[in-house]
């Protein structure tokens, strides 16, 4: 093999590893772009105490995907593997109080996404005769 050969295959392999490198970067990208989000929260009643079992229902603004979990004994609830940097509407209901309803809450990666919910009591006597 020639010295001039030699260099000319030297080159090529640098040229295509350096391809390979910038292009493992260049799809990474799009990975960490999209990180996942959570919203957690209590839901609690006028006197705070925890209202177990409530359905906290959460959708991104303007679409109807929606996403559900449940209040524990503590009022305690997660919603994991959201989308982060969007906005979501989110519907708290529990039998014997009045919706929760907090429309385009901003959910991001970095930030800790806490909702504390204080359910009103419906009443007996709210129906009309």
Not at 86 to 99: C, T, W
Not at 113 to 122: C, E, H, I, K
Request: positive net charge; glycine residues 6%; without cysteine.
């Amino acid at each position: 093999m020639h010295k001039t050969e030699n260099y000319t295959m030297q080159t090529r392999t640098k040229i295509l590893r350096w391809a390979v490198y910038l292009g493992l970067a260049f799809l990474s990208i799009p990975a960490s772009a999209q990180q996942s989000a959570r919203i957690t929260g209590m839901v609690l009643d006028e006197s705070g105490d925890p209202v177990a079992g409530s359905i906290v229902s959460v959708n991104p603004s303007g679409t109807t995907d929606t996403v559900r979990t449940y209040s524990d004994k503590n009022g305690n609830f997660a919603l994991l593997n959201l989308k982060a940097g969007s906005k979501y509407d989110v519907l708290v209901q529990s039998f014997g109080y009045k919706n929760f309803i907090k429309r385009s809450f901003v959910v991001t990666a970095t930030d800790n996404n806490s909702l504390f919910v204080r359910m009103a009591p419906t009443s007996i006597f709210s129906t009309r005769w």
